[in-house]
């Protein structure tokens, strides 16, 4: 059993910062790529940032120079630090990874999963 578990979301004034974690827990075998996507209240869920399992990172024009994207590999786990945040960050932010599970201390099947969501929200 995979799970994705976000921790971090809150309310802050317009120019704060919040820092979002996510770990990665079960039998995994190796991560390709994990992505944070948001979704605000009546608009489609968008992608925000992302990183490659050689720690590439990239992000959203909206967010660059605002959002830092960096992972503890060793815990399975990825942050987004989002600083200057505007009212516009406002939304449910939720992590994605793009993984191989492990099957018999070898590599099983890829899958895409989720965690919960994790409530941002920015006040002007």
């Known amino acids: 059993q995979v799970q994705l578990v976000e921790s971090g979301g809150g309310l802050v004034q317009a120019g704060g910062s919040l820092r979002l974690s996510c770990a990665v827990s079960?039998?995994?075998?190796?991560?390709?790529?994990m992505d944070w996507y948001r979704q605000a209240p009546g608009k489609q869920r968008e992608l925000v940032a992302a990183?490659?399992?050689?720690?590439?990172?990239n992000y959203a024009s909206s967010v660059k120079g605002r959002f830092t994207f960096s992972r503890d590999s060793a815990k399975n786990s990825v942050y987004l630090q989002m600083n200057s945040l505007k009212p516009e960050d406002t939304g449910v932010y939720y992590c994605?990874?793009?993984?191989?599970?492990?099957?018999?201390?070898?590599?099983?099947?890829?899958?895409?999963?989720w965690g919960q969501g994790t409530q941002v929200t920015v006040s002007s």
């Open positions: 994605h990874a793009d993984l191989i599970k492990s099957r018999n201390y070898g590599p099983g099947e890829r899958g895409d999963y």
């Open positions: 079960g039998s995994i075998f190796s991560i390709n790529a």
């Open positions: 990183i490659n399992s050689g720690g590439g990172t």
